[in-house]
């Protein structure tokens, strides 16, 4: 098994973005599944783009991207994406779509491809805090969530696909009064067991990952 696994360059003035750097410290093998690092702009469109060439050079069975959420506590592993790109902030090219579909043709939204909550158990138990997101947001994440689905299913069908959050770096919050951090070797350890459960799960696990709001 091949998996890709993204990560995004720093955007919104960061100096520093933990989903590359923690993609980086990734090993090169994970459960017997090759690993294939890739940093990504954080641009809309020249992200998918940057990804489908890969796809095509490396052909891997699974995608995983990684983003960074700030303000978020956890690791938090996305369950859907939809089609709306509604950028709060300019990317970094500068691009601020507003109330844009990703792809014109493409449906409503797409459920990731991965097991989420085999994935989530699978990092809670390194003792790291994990939970499933139902919402990647309006950014470039969403925008990769959903559209690397959709290139997978117009493009190269049977290929699966995730995304998962990440929280900033301790460095990132000395500046953000009462932000919560996670220290880049503990993203790491987590992401090495939510590909493991990549690789060891045929059937996602029946557990609650549901929220009321």
């Known amino acids: 098994m091949k998996i890709l696994v993204t990560g995004f360059d720093p ?26 690092k890739l940093e990504i702009p954080t641009v809309f469109h020249r992200s998918l783009q940057t990804i489908d060439k890969a796809i095509a050079q490396y052909d891997p069975d699974v995608i995983l991207s990684i983003g960074q959420a700030g303000g978020r506590p956890d690791i938090t592993v996305e369950r859907i994406g939809i089609n709306c790109d509604d950028g709060r902030i300019p990317d970094n090219d500068g691009n601020q779509p507003i109330d844009v579909p990703v792809f014109a043709d493409g449906p409503a939204a797409y459920f990731v491809t991965v097991p989420i909550k085999a994935m989530v158990a699978n990092i809670q138990s390194k003792q790291i805090p994990a939970s499933i997101s139902n919402t990647a947001g309006t950014y470039v994440c969403n925008h990769v969530t959903y559209g690397v689905r959709h290139i997978v299913e117009t ?59």
């Open 155 to 213: 493009k190269y069908p049977g290929k699966r696909s995730g995304f998962i959050h990440i929280p900033y770096l301790p460095q990132q919050v000395v500046d953000k009064k009462g932000m919560p951090s996670m220290p880049l070797d503990l993203i790491e350890k987590a992401l090495e067991a939510a590909i493991e459960a990549i690789v060891t799960t045929k059937e996602d696990i029946k557990i609650t990952g549901g929220a009321t709001h």
């Open 11 to 36: 955007f919104g003035g960061e100096p520093i973005n933990p989903a590359i750097e923690s993609v980086k410290l990734l090993p090169d093998t994970i459960a017997g599944a090759e690993i294939i």
